[in-house]
């Protein structure tokens, strides 16, 4: 019978968000993959385990991979954690999961922190619609490339830099965007020094240039040129379209069908206004 891979999200900094769950399957495992086996050594120490750990990261050899694969195949249990919060994002694992599910593995995730999401939580920009970008390039073309990309972006656009590149980054982002860009910077998140800036672009180069960028960084961007725009007409517009449709001779149905692909709303819902407004 083949057994089971926990993809396990571990706390990104304060050791009280660690759920019972999480605790408990890291507990239990035969094996804890690590992407840094001292790191999370350190946090199954605190609490109070003893599961063996061993190293799975982007440089892990691919005879390695088959083999833990073989073994999960053949029912042992084993849990995939990064260095923290949720593993795969922006992390490695990827290929360990699809070819662990490929094997008929369990593949089971036990949710938890991760920065992206405290991020979006904490920033004040829309959270409906986002896309991650990972680690911005390292290179300042492919940065600025980067960067003009997610300017533009029509929703909320997250990312984390290295903070011995973040001041290179702004600069970027100046260039690109201009000083008066809007921008969030969420650094240390959940940790002693967390710190959450609100600011443009111009302002966060001059706070950074008399405060050394230090700990784990996580930016984010506002919607782009018309991602603000409303989804779509208001009520009123949509309630007076739908009472002038049938003064037009067309048919309920197709009134529905109308107003449903104009709106984006559910032709049902479109279907019971037509009726309501039929028998008013």
Do not use: W
């Amino acid at each position: 019978m083949s057994g089971t891979l926990y993809v396990v999200a571990t706390p990104i900094g304060n050791l009280e968000d660690i759920t019972d769950r999480a605790r408990r399957v890291l507990g239990e495992v035969d094996l804890v993959l690590a992407e840094d086996t001292r790191r999370v050594s350190r946090l199954l120490s605190a609490l109070g385990l003893r599961t063996p750990v061993e190293s799975y990261h982007g440089d892990t050899a691919p005879e390695k991979r088959v083999r833990l694969v073989r073994r999960l195949a053949d029912g042992a249990t084993m849990a995939l954690a990064s260095d923290a919060g949720t593993p795969v994002i922006a992390d490695p694992g990827a290929s360990i999961v699809a070819e662990a599910a490929a094997a008929g593995v369990l593949i089971v995730p036990v949710p938890g922190p991760s920065a992206v999401t405290a991020a979006l939580s904490v920033c004040g920009l829309r959270g409906d619609r986002y896309e991650f970008a990972g680690y911005a390039p390292r290179r300042s073309a492919e940065r600025r490339e980067f960067l003009a990309q997610i300017i533009a972006s029509p929703v909320t656009s997250v990312f984390y830099e290295a903070p011995h590149r973040l001041r290179e980054c702004l600069a970027d982002l100046i260039a690109v965007g201009g000083e008066e860009q809007q921008v969030v910077i969420c650094r240390e998140l959940t940790k002693l020094h967390e710190e959450i800036l609100r600011v443009t672009a111009g302002e966060a180069a001059e706070h950074f240039a008399r405060n050394e960028p230090l700990g784990e960084l996580t930016l984010l961007l506002p919607p782009g040129p018309g991602g603000e725009a409303p989804a779509g007409p208001s009520d009123a517009q949509v309630r007076a379209a739908a009472a002038r449709l049938p003064e037009l001779g067309v048919r309920t149905r197709d009134a529905a069908d109308l107003l449903s692909e104009l709106t984006g709303r559910a032709r049902n819902d479109m279907y019971a206004l037509l009726l309501e407004l039929r028998e008013a």
